[in-house]
T-cell receptor, first 114, second 114 residues
Framework: ETGVTQSPTHLIKTRGQQVTLRCSSQSGHNTVSWYQQALGQGPQFIFQYYREEENGRGNFPPRFSGLQFPNYSSELNVNALELDDSALYLC?????????????FGPGTRLTVL | AQSVAQPEDQVNVAEGNPLTVKCTYSVSGNPYLFWYVQYPNRGLQFLLKYITGDNLVKGSYGFEAEFNKSQTSFHLKKPSALVSDSALYFCAVRERGATNKLIFGTGTLLAVQP
């Protein structure tokens, strides 16, 4: 069974640019969540996709957007990058969005904005 | 609003000694609580969860957690620490709502000395 994978591992961008991060969910999982983890902090929820529809969003501006594809893989897009966007971006997949559904995380993408 | 607190930034323990990493929660209704571990430059690995049932939950790598409703706590424990247990530990609570969004604590760095 393949776990959650993310690409790329590291990324360096400059302020104002746009970035796309990718995530492949664990086999059989139809729900994907994205989190931002700033240095020294716990992960913060960005949004969640369930069967290709966004079904919840955290306190992040609209320049953070996403997609989920029919195979349940997902993308996180960030436009107009700001210095504060520098963080580890984590993708997590789960069987569903139910109370007991455990989220399994990928290794993350480290984004640095200069 | 749902939240968790990890009162200790760092816990030091000698190898072979028991370890405890503390977590308290604030929720309305029944809590759904999780523990994750993060190794340097890695994503989060799921350790265990409390949904309902027995107050003592057993998880991966010999870890267990004790749910205490009267003290609103969910402390992570292990009878005998290993140097390889040294990592960052996060407690999290599932938010009430349509998604299985996790709200994380600030993390506790566990350092196990040989």
């Amino acid at each position: 069974e393949t776990g959650v994978t993310q690409s790329p591992t590291h990324l360096i961008k400059t302020r104002g640019q746009q970035v796309t991060l990718r995530c492949s969910s664990q086999s059989g999982h139809n729900t994907v969540s994205w989190y931002q983890q700033a240095l020294g902090q716990g992960p913060q929820f960005i949004f969640q996709y369930y069967r290709e529809e966004e079904n919840g969003r955290g306190n992040f501006p609209p320049r953070f957007s996403g997609l989920q594809f029919p195979n349940y893989s997902s993308e996180l897009n960030v436009n107009a990058l700001e210095l504060d966007d520098s963080a580890l971006y984590l993708c997590a997949s789960s069987l569903g969005s139910g109370w007991g559904d455990t989220q399994y995380f990928g290794p993350g993408t480290r984004l640095t904005v200069l | 609003a749902q939240s968790v607190a990890q009162p200790e930034d760092q816990v030091n323990v000698a190898e072979g000694n028991p370890l405890t990493v503390k977590c308290t929660y604030s929720v309305s209704g029944n809590p759904y609580l999780f523990w994750y571990v993060q190794y340097p430059n890695r994503g989060l690995q799921f350790l265990l969860k409390y949904i309902t049932g027995d107050n003592l939950v057993k998880g991966s790598y010999g870890f267990e957690a004790e749910f205490n409703k009267s003290q609103t706590s969910f402390h992570l424990k292990k009878p005998s620490a290993l140097v390889s247990d040294s990592a960052l530990y996060f407690c999290a609570v599932r938010e009430r709502g349509a998604t299985n969004k996790l709200i994380f604590g600030t993390g506790t760095l566990l350092a196990v000395q040989p």
